[in-house]
């Protein structure tokens, strides 16, 4: 409840956000070049801050019954690495974008591609600061501290504020300098909060691999990232299929997923983010059991919710985005265009609302190798099915192989999860 709360705080402000942008540029070469630059130059530390946090938050559960001198040198180790890892990868960003930009850049005009050159002075150093607050919410997150999915909402709301103290400007800027203070201010405050709830200052950042935590950690994390790249690379992929449909194409995916993203954040993204520090709780106390059977009723429940919110949303997609949308530079053909997208987006909350807290389940049992091969399982459908799909449908094409994806993933994991308590029954007895 707690989760959902700051959620919707956060969302709300999300939402006002895309009202702002919506109406200062439309759907346009700008967008486009935000919604492409946003997703291609944060998938890596996006990628990394999923695959780390799923086996981090239990390793920082168990840490919390470590000693003191324990805890501090595994948090300063962790932190120092952080930011070495998260300085080379801004610089890799920064000089090797122009590349990146002329491989994945498909159809994209000629001032979309100038804008992003212009876009990535603030996504380059936000690489750095993404890794920096996706380890401050683990350690957040392993205390059951979920004041991180408010501060969510920081970059949202300076991009809005840097929207408002600009009348009339249409150039990159605004978002540029909204972006990067967004995210450099939610890193500040996240490293305060993270600092507190780990029980004062542990002293600054210093790499190493001396805390005992790390050798199961990284032979963790290293089968974790081969999932987490394939299903995290969905996104880039998205982003060059629409590319290659033409102008716009982007702009108009953008707003349809960022619209997604908010049904997902209030609902799903509550209990998912809530349920891992709890399931691995129940794990570390002996109570399996206990867990597999809290995840399930859990994961029906949340089908069902997902059902209920396709029908609501077939019907009030087209005047949600207009009520939202409709203004200024963007036009009721517009509307439709993304309300249609947005329709054969909304069929993929069943499956994603509902296998959401059987990955958690997963987690907490530290069984990352079947979830990498589900992951990788996962992303070869949506691969094929967008190059079969977005051709014929266009945008709304890429949608529906979103959802076919996570219908997939929903399966695997329903029937992952009952083949394994199945198994432990079984040699129990």
Same mark, same amino acid.
């Given at each position: 409840?707690?989760?959902?709360?700051?959620?919707?705080?956060?969302?709300?402000?999300?939402?006002?956000?895309?009202? %702002?942008?919506?109406?200062?540029?439309?759907?346009?070469?700008?967008?486009?070049?935000?919604?492409?630059?946003?997703?291609?130059?944060?998938?890596?530390?996006?990628?990394?801050? /999923?695959?780390?946090?799923?086996?981090?938050?239990?390793?920082?559960?168990?840490?919390?019954?470590?000693?003191? *001198?324990?805890?501090?040198?595994?948090?300063?180790?962790?932190?120092? !690495?952080?930011?070495?890892?998260?300085?080379?990868?801004?610089?890799?960003?920064?000089?090797?974008?122009?590349?990146?930009?002329?491989?994945?850049?498909?159809?994209?005009?000629?001032?979309?591609?100038?804008?992003?050159?212009?876009?990535?002075?603030?996504?380059?150093?936000?690489?750095?600061?993404?890794?920096?607050?996706?380890?401050?919410?683990?350690?957040?997150?392993?205390?059951?501290? *979920?004041?991180?999915?408010?501060?969510?909402? #920081?970059?949202?709301?300076?991009?809005?504020?840097?929207?408002?103290?600009?009348?009339?400007?249409?150039?990159?800027?605004?978002?540029?300098? /909204?972006?990067?203070?967004?995210?450099?201010?939610?890193?500040? !405050?996240?490293?305060?909060?993270?600092?507190?709830?780990?029980?004062?200052?542990?002293?600054?950042?210093?790499?190493?691999?001396?805390?005992?935590?790390?050798?199961?950690?990284?032979?963790?994390?290293?089968?974790?990232?081969?999932?987490?790249?394939?299903?995290?690379?969905?996104?880039? +992929?998205?982003?060059?299929? $629409?590319?290659?449909?033409?102008?716009?194409?982007? %702009?108009?995916?953008?707003?349809?997923?960022? +619209? +997604?993203?908010?049904?997902?954040?209030?609902?799903? $993204? =509550?209990?998912?983010?809530? %349920?891992?520090?709890? +399931?691995?709780?129940?794990?570390?106390?002996?109570?399996?059991?206990?867990?597999?059977?809290?995840?399930?009723?859990? =994961?029906?429940?949340?089908?069902?919710?997902?059902?209920?919110?396709?029908?609501?949303?077939?019907?009030?997609?087209?005047?949600?985005?207009?009520?939202?949308?409709?203004?200024?530079?963007?036009?009721?053909?517009?509307?439709?265009?993304?309300?249609?997208?947005?329709?054969?987006?909304?069929?993929?909350?069943?499956?994603?609302?509902?296998?959401?807290?059987?990955?958690?389940?997963?987690?907490?049992?530290?069984?990352?190798?079947?979830?990498?091969?589900?992951?990788?399982?996962?992303? =070869?459908?949506?691969?094929?099915?967008?190059? #079969?799909?977005?051709?014929?449908?266009?945008?709304? /094409?890429?949608?529906?192989?979103?959802?076919?994806?996570?219908?997939?993933?929903?399966?695997?994991?329903?029937?992952?999860?009952?083949?394994?308590?199945?198994?432990?029954?079984?040699?129990?007895?």
């Amino acid at each position: 409840m707690r989760v959902a709360f700051f959620l919707l705080i956060g969302k709300m402000a999300g939402a006002i956000k895309e009202i %702002a942008v919506a109406h200062r540029y439309g759907v346009s070469d700008i967008v486009d070049a935000y919604q492409f630059t946003l997703t291609m130059a944060n998938w890596l530390p996006v990628t990394m801050v /999923g695959a780390f946090s799923i086996v981090l938050i239990p390793a920082l559960v168990k840490a919390r019954y470590a000693g003191q *001198h324990e805890r501090s040198r595994f948090i300063r180790e962790l932190q120092g !690495w952080i930011v070495v890892l998260g300085v080379l990868l801004s610089i890799a960003t920064y000089f090797f974008w122009p590349q990146v930009l002329q491989y994945t850049g498909g159809n994209l005009s000629a001032q979309t591609k100038q804008a992003s050159l212009e876009l990535i002075h603030a996504f380059a150093p936000a690489v750095l600061l993404t890794l920096i607050i996706g380890v401050c919410t683990s350690r957040l997150r392993a205390h059951e501290r *979920h004041i991180n999915n408010l501060l969510d909402s #920081i970059p949202a709301l300076m991009i809005l504020a840097a929207i408002l103290v600009t009348p009339g400007n249409v150039s990159v800027y605004p978002l540029l300098w /909204g972006t990067l203070l967004g995210y450099l201010i939610q890193a500040v !405050w996240l490293s305060a909060l993270a600092r507190k709830a780990d029980g004062g200052n542990w002293g600054w950042p210093k790499p190493g691999l001396q805390s005992p935590q790390w050798p199961m950690l990284l032979n963790a994390a290293g089968i974790m990232l081969v999932g987490q790249v394939a299903m995290s690379f969905v996104g880039p +992929l998205d982003q060059m299929a $629409a590319a290659s449909l033409g102008s716009n194409a982007n %702009a108009t995916l953008g707003y349809a997923t960022r +619209l +997604l993203s908010l049904l997902i954040g209030i609902g799903a $993204a =509550s209990v998912g983010r809530a %349920a891992l520090p709890v +399931l691995a709780d129940v794990q570390s106390r002996g109570n399996p059991a206990q867990a597999r059977s809290m995840a399930l009723k859990w =994961s029906a429940l949340m089908l069902m919710m997902g059902t209920a919110a396709v029908l609501f949303g077939w019907f009030l997609a087209p005047w949600l985005v207009k009520l939202l949308f409709e203004n200024g530079a963007f036009t009721a053909e517009d509307t439709l265009k993304v309300a249609s997208v947005l329709r054969w987006g909304l069929l993929q909350l069943p499956f994603y609302f509902g296998v959401l807290i059987l990955v958690q389940l997963m987690a907490s049992q530290n069984r990352y190798k079947l979830m990498a091969i589900i992951a990788i399982g996962n992303f =070869s459908l949506k691969a094929c099915m967008n190059v #079969i799909l977005a051709p014929i449908m266009g945008a709304e /094409g890429i949608m529906l192989a979103t959802s076919l994806m996570y219908l997939l993933s929903y399966l695997c994991y329903f029937f992952a999860v009952l083949k394994y308590g199945a198994t432990k029954k079984t040699s129990s007895a």
